[in-house]
């Protein structure tokens, strides 16, 4: 099957440095510790599955590349996406704290999950800016483990998404601005509201959430470790970018457990929001001057996590930054399926790993700059399904039901 040639931008990480050892920063956020208790708590919760790993043997032959492996967040609880483990696991960790404070010691979820502490939970309330996704994950802990969640969004969050959030009770905050503008706007009302942020990004002073938002990420990377069914590990990791926080979760889990052996770590992000590409290239934090609007609507962010930061310094090889409309002929590859390859579906943001991938192999230089050839075998990140099911029937041509009823 002939694939599309897609346009792409390759930027490699001068800072990457696979002979750094695990530890520093990274060492004290994604330690085993921290890996162990998120695993512990999040195994826990009702309707916890891992994941599917697919097998996509048809794109691989199509690429050339020896085995490509997909992981379906789209099959995340009830939420489709990988969020539903870093936001609800940083609010659950909120509630401990809090309740801790007030002198009261959960011993894990179970007692969350049984309403024993109801009366103190329902007086806590919990608040984040979202592209729909992590405040999804926020709204839906928040019903799950009896708190209050206000959830803002900035004027590019579609409807479909506003009401899928609404619909775990929360309530919901329109403010202007991209999600940067909403990142602040949230943690200004909740200092003079006595709010707790539950924010997947980091600022100075405020890193003890995001990072609990990461050690939920972490789980996904160990399923995926567990599930991979090649005899040799993966050559290669294609993750998409927003703030940062899932590609430091398993670029950073991969760094502690496989050490100098780990995956090269490729992000990708929308040309319009390409913020860790230019902190790569800057050699710091640097943000997206301007609008960084993209129909890839989750990775719409202009300035990444100082924190993520710290674990994607020397963690990620390369950057790829594509344009928007690979990203929707990659979802309807996906639901078509290549050569056989079980229909897949994949939302906007979701698919972008896989158009990336699809690109670098259309491209002679980029290709074998990355050395993609039949000895490759991918780990491609799918982070979520139709988050947003109008927008998805409207690219696709069908529903998302339509198309895994096709399976
Ligand atoms: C579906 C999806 N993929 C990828 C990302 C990027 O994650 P991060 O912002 O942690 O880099 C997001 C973030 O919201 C998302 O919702």
Redesign the pocket.
Known sequence: MKLPIFSLRHEINRLASRAEPFGGRAGEILSAAAFAEAEREITAWPGYMPTPLVALSGLAEALGLGAIHYKD?GQRFSLK???AL?GAYAVLKVLRRELARKGTQIDGVQELLADRHRTATKEITVCCA?????GRSVAWAAQMFGCRAIIYLHAGVSIGREAEIAAYGAEMRRVAGGYDDSVRIVAEDAAVEGWFVVS??SWPGYEEVPAWVMQG?MVMADEMSRQWPEPEAPTHLFI????????AGVAGYFWRVQGAGRPRTIVVEPEQADCITRSILAGKPAPVPGDVETFMA??A?AEM?PL?WEVLRPTVDDALIIADDCAAETMRLLANGVAGDRPIVA?E??C?ATAALIAACGNEAVREALQLGPNARVLLIG??GA?DTEIYRSVVGRTPEEVAGAV
């Open positions: 967040e996406s990988f969020k870093g979202t592209d729909g996704n992590h997947d990004t990420y998409q970018g927003g703030v940062g926080g899932l590609a989750c990775l962010a996590s993520a939302g943001s979701g972008a982070s979520e988050t």
